[in-house]
């Protein structure tokens, strides 16, 4: 029996965010229908899926249910706990599979897996405690970041540490969290590599994009990103080991510092990301697409960049510029329909034409 899965196939969904609601509207276009498990209620993703279960991930009627009705279970966040998966997995195949959330869930396993491949990390170590924080610093230097092993994003688990004596408040932050010092890597800028590979196998890479980051959250990604020709190359190809290296089936983010001396893997997500919105202007099958296409087991698409393109996220008040937005000539409006806008929420993004620089 052929693993493509057929129009018509049901597509479901771990996670109700605008991640979610995105991968629904590329299923249906391909005409899957989409079943999305989320706890929260009113969940964006709600909005477009033919089906939503509104409960827990510890809830096993629910979930066994749940993977019972849908052909393929995928997912729009690594945070998924162990034995939600445990249980789905006897019903259904889940894709990207476990290893890549085993990696990705925990920056420690993250960091050993990447050094393993032989790619450049910022130097880490384990931080258990207090004596091996010391301990840690001492080896590392300053400046150094303490992240929670598990758990982070946009910035959220994190504490700079400028000096030796900004130790205890760090590890304060971490409230009793495992967690890794990381040395600080002085890099030039940051891109990412939306990378793709298919059940069979093949890989397929976007374009790098740049992206700019405002307090801890990213603002605005552009394609191209200035990166030099042999960088690019660098960047696209160890994107593909990371793949390969996991068996990996669907759409991975993988985050690089650009340093004068080469690229530093700052960390990889096991799913369409938000520094790849911008493919849904720049390429003919986008991220989302790319990835319902390999989950489904159906060929990667043609994901070449055709045109210049700058996403900027529309985060809390920037809603209020919407109507604005709305008027503009080459832009593109994407809103997530979420119901307050709170600030440090990502309401919505936008994805602009850019001219080609000089
Ligand atoms: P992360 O959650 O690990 O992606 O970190 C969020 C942001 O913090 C990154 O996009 C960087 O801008 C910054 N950052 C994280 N780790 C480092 C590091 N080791 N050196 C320098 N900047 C970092």
Redesign the pocket.
């Known amino acids: 029996m052929s693993d493509r899965l057929p129009p018509g196939a049901v597509i479901g969904i771990l996670g109700g965010g605008q991640l979610g609601r995105m991968l629904s509207v590329a299923a249906s276009r391909l005409g899957f229908r989409c079943h999305v498990y989320e706890p929260g209620a009113n969940p964006p993703a709600g909005h477009v899926a033919e089906r939503v279960t509104t409960a827990g991930y510890d809830d096993a009627a629910a979930l066994t249910a749940f993977a019972e009705s849908v052909d393929v279970i995928t997912y729009e966040f690594e945070n998924i706990p162990t034995a939600a998966l445990d249980l789905l997995e006897k019903v259904r195949p889940i894709r990207p599979g476990r290893e890549a959330l085993r990696v990705s869930q925990d920056r420690l396993v993250e960091k050993d897996f990447l050094r393993g491949l032989g790619l450049t990390t910022?130097p880490y170590a384990d931080v258990p405690d207090r004596a091996s924080l010391d301990a840690a610093l001492a080896g590392i230097g300053t400046p150094a970041?303490l992240?929670t092993r598990r758990f982070?994003y946009d910035?959220k688990g994190?504490a700079r540490i400028d000096g030796p004596e900004a130790a205890g408040a760090a590890l304060k932050d971490m409230a009793g969290a495992p967690a890794i010092l990381?040395?600080?890597?002085d890099?030039s800028f940051?891109v990412s590599v939306i990378a793709a590979r298919g059940l069979t196998g093949e890989v397929a890479c976007f374009d790098p994009g740049e992206n700019r980051?405002e307090g801890?959250i990213l603002r605005t990604t552009r394609v191209p990103a200035p990166l030099r020709a042999g960088m690019q190359a660098d960047a696209v190809l160890l994107a593909g080991r990371i793949l390969n290296a996991l068996d990996y089936v669907g759409v991975m983010g993988v985050?690089l510092?650009v340093t004068p001396g080469g690229l530093v893997v700052?960390?990889i997500a096991p799913r369409v990301h938000n520094s790849g919105h911008w493919t849904q202007m720049g390429c003919a099958i986008d991220q989302f697409e790319q990835h319902v296409r390999a989950v489904a087991g159906w060929p990667l698409g043609d994901g070449r960049r055709h045109v210049d393109v700058e996403m900027e996220n529309l985060i809390g008040a920037d809603m209020d510029r919407v109507p604005e937005i709305a008027r503009e000539g080459g832009a593109s409006l994407h809103l997530y329909g979420k119901a307050e806008a709170k600030p440090g929420r990502k309401m919505g993004h936008v994805n602009r034409l850019r001219p080609p620089e000089a």
Do not use: D, P, R, S
Request: glycine content about 22%.
């Open positions: 910022a970041i992240k982070g910035g994190q990381e040395g600080f890597v890099f940051e980051h801890g985050e510092f700052n960390e």
